[in-house]
């Protein structure tokens, strides 16, 4: 891959990162008292274009 797509596709998910983990933390913090609950998360990337559909899932502690 060529060093533009891969700077591309840094910054892309650096911005995935960093505006999903402030948006968990509203909608956490929204939620109310947390303490001790667990979370089930998905986060989904899909590239229309070339058909790629990337799930992943987890879980988070409050």
Not at 4 to 15: D, P, T, V, Y
């Amino acid at each position: 891959m060529s060093d533009e797509f891969n700077m591309s596709m840094r910054k892309f998910l650096k911005q995935v990162g960093v505006t999903s983990q402030q948006a968990i933390e509203e909608a956490v913090r929204n939620a109310g008292p947390s303490q001790g609950t667990k979370y089930r998360i998905k986060a989904v990337v899909t590239i229309e274009e070339i058909g790629l559909a990337h799930e992943v899932n987890g879980e988070i502690e409050g």
